[in-house]
């Protein structure tokens, strides 16, 4: 069986990889990447998340609260839905997008933590390289 182009047995790179991992790890990880990644790539998608994390909305609601067109809306939507990441509900004519799943929020969360603490680090350090110090 190959993975991306390696071949198994090869030496691979992959964070959090052993040669111990289970095929159905492998394919947690290759659905991870092929699914719930490439819905995440994109910022607007990201936004469209974050406004619907607290309650459900409708796609005029997210197209007015980010200032972008309904059209943009409704394809990300789409995205996110055909990716298990977003539900829907009817409400008579209405339909509300929700998360399908709060433990994204979670997820994204730690991401953005992790983010801040090497912006945090990389400033420092550029900091202590010119001499620079801050007021604090």
Same mark, same amino acid.
């Given at each position: 069986?190959?993975? #991306? @182009?390696?071949?198994?047995?090869?030496?691979?790179?992959?964070?959090?990889?052993?040669?111990?991992?289970? #095929?159905?790890?492998?394919? !947690?990880?290759?659905?991870?990447?092929? #699914?719930?990644?490439?819905?995440?790539?994109?910022?607007?998608?990201?936004? $469209?998340?974050?406004? $619907?994390? @607290?309650?459900?909305?409708?796609? @005029?609601?997210?197209?007015? !609260?980010?200032?972008?067109?309904?059209?943009?809306?409704?394809?990300?939507?789409?995205?996110?839905?055909?990716?298990?990441?977003?539900?829907?509900?009817? /409400?008579? /004519?209405?339909?509300?997008?929700?998360?399908?799943?709060?433990?994204?929020?979670?997820?994204? !969360?730690?991401?953005?933590?992790?983010?801040?603490?090497?912006?945090?680090? /990389?400033?420092?350090?550029?900091?202590?390289?010119? @001499?620079?110090?801050?007021?604090?």
């Amino acid at each position: 069986m190959d993975y #991306q @182009g390696v071949r198994c047995g090869s030496p691979v790179l992959v964070v959090g990889w052993n040669a111990s991992m289970e #095929q159905d790890s492998m394919q !947690e990880v290759t659905i991870l990447s092929g #699914q719930v990644c490439h819905a995440l790539a994109d910022p607007t998608r990201l936004m $469209i998340l974050y406004a $619907i994390a @607290g309650e459900s909305k409708r796609v @005029g609601d997210i197209a007015d !609260e980010l200032c972008i067109p309904q059209t943009t809306v409704s394809r990300h939507l789409k995205v996110l839905r055909d990716r298990y990441l977003v539900a829907l509900e009817r /409400q008579g /004519q209405e339909v509300h997008y929700s998360l399908a799943d709060a433990r994204l929020m979670e997820a994204l !969360e730690l991401l953005r933590a992790m983010l801040r603490d090497r912006i945090l680090a /990389q400033s420092q350090a550029v900091q202590g390289d010119t @001499g620079y110090m801050s007021a604090d």
